[in-house]
């Protein structure tokens, strides 16, 4: 049998040349926490470089780029299929009026995403109001405007976009109004989100609690409750701005949507229809995939906020 | 400080608040608080009377589901109507019913005149807030004050309930703190606004035993510091002894016995309060069965007809199953609601008090 040891020399709890870590540990609040869960996400970083190297080349492109736009070549060699990429023409030059694809692709992601972001704000804005007070305030109030939600959601949104924009810009909108019309509905889905989100906290002890104190409920509605449901409201946000961007580029292809002058990708898909069958495939293949790099970009990235958002998820 | 010198504290500054009686500041008169619920209606509240002086103490004491807390809702109108509802009654708070206010002056009153303390430190912070911006919430509404004057008010109120280092503290966020130190944020927020009444709402349900008396010390400390009346709602009698000076007790949604603390605690006049003291563990009951009250609490649907205590009572005869008492008065703030203390039974009382002698030698 092992002898009886003696008093063991423990070291010290906390040595003294070590920190006190209470006193050390900076405090963090849930973005600084999501942020660092968000760092070490690794499709939320691919899908975060592709989303914002695409706003970067659409942002800066256009000026580091040599073609004009808004000029119609006048080629040596007068080709009406277009012609395939070349040195001269990376992603090839379209049919018709030969114009440089890599300059339309560049000048047009600035306007896709611009109505992507704008439009899911403006969804998200009216939304967490709505889902808001509607959440909070239930009863009466709640039944009316989920009621209203519900026959808004029962339209085929798409027929409703295009009449829209047959309406309002005579076939051929300018790029706000196209945005404002996705974003007016855009909030349905994140009026339904925020909804059941609140619905939830509102039992919190945290609400009776503000309540007590004597906090109106104004006050308790967007102080305390939506800044606790903002997780998933980003979430949708950022997915849905991905929806709005294939949206966009689905009714510009059927020519209902932005004008040809502040022209979007879905602008360039719609004029290269008539030559694929000629074989003129870069003419739709850039801009298309130029469209699937951003919205799987956005796609990842949402995923990648939804883990970091979430305190249960193991990242 | 030793535990001797806290009781002598405690007991002086009783005697010297009873000798100074203050006017009434809340009186709750024949409060009923229904709620209709898919089964009927559960009279969660039903006819409950009590008074709190100006700088007095009062605990409401009872069983889960007695009403306690709802009582302590109403008063704060914390119910949410519908399902609920007030079916009667009046809760005069410094000569102004409560019930009859609006909502904007009602806001006024609540955190400003009468703070409350919740049951669940862990979950009553908002967890996206730091805990200088909800204290100073509540201090931007009712202190005129600007946000400067307001963090100065709530780094106080933090080092007035002993956190160390509130400076740094009002930067921290609810889950970076214990439920012991949540608790005293929940504390600091209560008195920055210098209300006439506080109401703890089971203050130390949730928190560690160790850290329970700790946390009843600083709500008696604060309560006699600011001169604001308390209302401690709890079941732990252990906790009514030691905090404050009158004791309400109820069953199924009414008062069944007030007086002081040393008048209930050590003479009560109804069966169900004796129970409750009974069924406390105690070194000198070493070895024996715990006592509990057998039965449990009446379905809310189906009241008894006659004292709603009778069905678990061991005193009861026939009496008690025909009909409820009314609450008996005693004498000056002493009533029992039970028929033992009605004079024709009074034979009844002197076997039951001659059982507790018993009981107790």
Same mark, same amino acid.
């Given at each position: 049998m092992a002898e009886i040891i003696g008093p063991i020399d423990l070291p010290p709890a906390t040595?003294?040349?070590?920190?006190?870590?209470?006193?050390?540990?900076?405090?963090?609040?849930? &973005?600084?926490i999501a942020w660092r869960r968000f760092k070490r996400h690794r499709m939320a970083l691919i899908g975060s470089s592709m989303f914002f190297g695409m706003v970067i080349i659409?942002?800066?492109?256009?000026?580091?780029?040599?073609?004009?736009?808004?000029?119609?070549p006048v080629p040596e060699v007068r080709v009406n299929a277009g012609r395939p990429p070349s040195l001269a023409h990376l992603f090839g030059e379209t049919g018709r009026l030969q114009r440089d694809v890599l300059t339309l692709v560049i000048n047009r992601i600035r306007y896709s995403l611009l109505i992507g972001v704008i439009a899911s704000?403006?969804?998200?804005?009216?939304?967490?109001?709505?889902?808001?007070?509607?959440?909070?305030?239930?009863? &009466?109030?709640?039944?009316?405007?989920?009621?209203?939600?519900?026959?808004?959601?029962?339209?085929p949104l798409l027929f409703v976009i295009l009449a829209f924009s047959q309406f309002i810009g005579q076939g051929a909108a300018s790029w706000v109004t196209i945005t404002i019309i996705f974003g007016l509905f855009g909030w349905l889905g994140i009026a339904r989100l925020v909804r059941a989100v609140i619905l939830s906290l509102r039992e919190a002890d945290y609400v009776?609690?503000?309540?007590?104190?004597?906090v109106s409920d104004r006050r308790i509605i967007f102080r305390h409750l939506i800044p606790n449901s903002l997780s998933p409201i980003i979430v949708a946000t950022t997915l849905g701005v991905a929806g709005v961007i294939i949206g966009e580029a689905f009714v510009s292809f059927l020519g209902f949507g932005v004008d040809p002058l502040t022209p979007t990708l879905g602008n360039i898909l719609s004029g290269s229809l008539e030559f694929i069958s000629q074989g003129n495939w870069w003419w739709a293949f850039f801009p298309g995939a130029s469209i699937v790099v951003i919205v799987l970009g956005i796609n990842f990235m949402g995923d990648g906020l939804r883990d970091a958002l979430d305190p249960r998820s193991k990242i | 400080m030793?535990?001797?010198?806290?009781?002598?504290?405690?007991?002086?500054?009783?005697?010297?608040?009873?000798?100074?009686?203050?006017?009434?500041?809340?009186?709750?008169?024949?409060?009923?608080?229904?709620?209709?619920?898919?089964?009927?209606?559960?009279?969660?509240?039903?006819?409950?009377?009590?008074?709190?002086?100006?700088?007095?103490?009062?605990?409401?004491?009872?069983?889960?589901?007695?009403?306690?807390?709802?009582?302590a809702l109403s008063i704060m109108q914390l119910i949410d109507i519908p399902p609920g509802e007030f079916a009667g009654g009046e809760i005069i708070f410094d000569g102004v019913d409560l019930l009859k206010l609006k909502t904007s002056?009602?806001?006024?009153?609540?955190?400003?005149?009468?703070?409350?303390?919740?049951?669940?430190?862990?979950?009553?912070?908002?967890?996206?807030?730091s805990v200088g911006d909800q204290i100073m919430e509540a201090v931007l509404l009712h202190h005129k004050v600007d946000k400067k004057g307001a963090l100065a008010i709530a780094t106080q109120a933090l080092r007035d309930v002993g956190v160390a280092d509130p400076t740094r503290r009002v930067r921290q966020y609810p889950h970076e703190l214990s439920g012991g130190m949540r608790q005293?944020?929940?504390?600091?927020?209560?008195?920055?606004?210098?209300?006439?009444?506080?109401?703890?709402?089971?203050?130390?349900?949730?928190?560690?035993?160790?850290?329970?008396?700790?946390?009843?010390?600083?709500?008696?400390?604060?309560?006699?510091?600011?001169?604001?009346?308390?209302?401690?709602?709890t079941h732990d009698l252990g906790v009514v002894a030691e905090t404050v000076d009158d004791v309400a007790v109820m069953y199924a949604g009414r008062v069944v016995e007030t007086g002081t603390v040393e008048e209930v605690l050590l003479h009560p006049k109804m069966p169900y309060t004796r129970g409750l003291l009974e069924s406390i563990?105690?070194?000198?009951?070493?070895?024996?069965?715990?006592?509990?009250?057998?039965?449990?609490?009446?379905?809310?649907?189906?009241?008894?007809?006659?004292?709603?205590f009778e069905p678990r009572c061991p005193y009861a005869w026939e009496t008690c199953s025909e009909s409820e008492p009314e609450l008996i008065q005693l004498g000056p703030d002493r009533t029992a609601r039970c028929w033992l203390n009605d004079k024709r039974f009074h034979d009844r009382l002197a076997e039951y008090e001659a059982s507790m002698s018993g009981g107790r030698a």
């Open positions: 040595p003294a040349d070590q920190p006190d870590y209470d006193v050390q540990l900076e405090s963090l609040n849930q &973005w600084q659409g942002l800066i492109g256009p000026l580091i780029f040599q073609y004009d736009p808004y000029k119609i704000a403006i969804g998200a804005i009216v939304g967490t109001i709505v889902g808001g007070v509607a959440g909070f305030f239930g009863g &009466w109030t709640d039944t009316i405007l989920m009621r209203i939600v519900d026959a808004l959601l029962s339209l009776d609690a503000a309540r007590a104190a004597g | 030793t535990e001797a010198t806290v009781e002598t504290t405690a007991t002086s500054a009783a005697r010297e608040r009873r000798a100074g009686v203050g006017d009434v500041l809340l009186d709750v008169r024949d409060l009923r608080t229904y709620f209709h619920v898919m089964d009927g209606t559960v009279k969660a509240v039903d006819g409950v009377s009590f008074s709190i002086r100006k700088g007095g103490r009062l605990a409401l004491v009872g069983e889960s589901g007695c009403g306690k807390s709802v009582t002056a009602l806001r006024k009153i609540r955190g400003g005149e009468i703070a409350m303390i919740f049951q669940e430190p862990m979950t009553s912070l908002n967890p996206v807030m005293r944020i929940m504390i600091a927020m209560a008195l920055s606004c210098d209300p006439k009444l506080i109401i703890a709402d089971e203050p130390t349900t949730a928190l560690d035993v160790t850290i329970q008396r700790q946390i009843l010390e600083l709500i008696k400390a604060v309560q006699e510091r600011t001169g604001a009346a308390l209302l401690l709602i563990p105690s070194q000198a009951k070493r070895g024996q069965r715990l006592s509990a009250i057998k039965g449990s609490v009446p379905n809310p649907f189906r009241m008894p007809n006659g004292c709603k």
